[in-house]
């Protein structure tokens, strides 16, 4: 897989996961187990991302 398309990949996943925290945070009872464990995803793919860009 060419690295452009990896890295559209990954800030594609990284855009998905940042929708599922909003519509979390969004419920009147947000499961902040949740959204932490989202976050966390989030930022290992943001990592993932800057690695592939730095190259």
């Known amino acids: 897989m060419a690295v452009a398309a990896h890295v559209k990949e990954l800030e594609n996943k ?17 499961d902040t187990l949740r959204i932490t464990s989202l976050k966390k995803q989030k930022l290992h793919l943001k990592d993932q991302i800057h690695a592939h860009l730095d190259k």
């Not at 990284?14 to 009872?29: F, G, S, V, W, Y």
């Open 14 to 30: 990284h855009a998905q996961i940042d929708r599922q925290i909003q519509t979390e945070q969004k419920n009147p009872l947000p």
